[in-house]
């Protein structure tokens, strides 16, 4: 099985920002689009953005212009930068490739106070 790890969560105040990270180990990295989750207790885990292969980005409304996903093939290596972050961005963040998913990982919890 591909093993999926995110870090870069915290604790910030609103306005501020984040960048996370996701390692994937274990899967022909290049060869698939990538994808970021969150979820906040009682919710069901919500799509936040995804870059393609080739790099195409694109985000759920209510994040687009706040954040920017990339990648580092040669890394195995997706991050998310979140800027101008809003407390209702509260939640675990979760990382899993385009398709046929993998076990999720741990995800990485992100908790913005107002």
């Known amino acids: 099985q591909g093993q999926l790890v995110e870090s870069g969560g915290g604790l910030v105040q609103a306005g501020g920002s984040l960048r996370l990270s996701c390692a994937a180990s274990?899967?022909?990295?290049?060869?698939?689009?990538m994808a970021w989750f969150r979820q906040a207790p009682g919710k069901q885990r919500q799509w936040v953005a995804t870059?393609?292969?080739?790099?195409?980005?694109s985000y759920a409304d209510s994040v687009k212009g706040r954040f920017a996903i990339s990648r580092d093939n040669a890394k195995n290596m997706v991050y998310l930068q979140m800027n101008s972050l809003k407390p209702e961005d509260t939640g675990v963040y979760y990382c899993?490739?385009?398709?046929?998913?993998?076990?999720w990982g741990q995800g990485t919890q992100v908790t913005v106070s107002s």
């Open positions: 274990g899967i022909m990295f290049s060869n698939y689009g």
């Open positions: 899993n490739k385009v398709g046929f998913r993998i076990a």
């Open positions: 870059i393609t292969s080739a790099g195409s980005t």
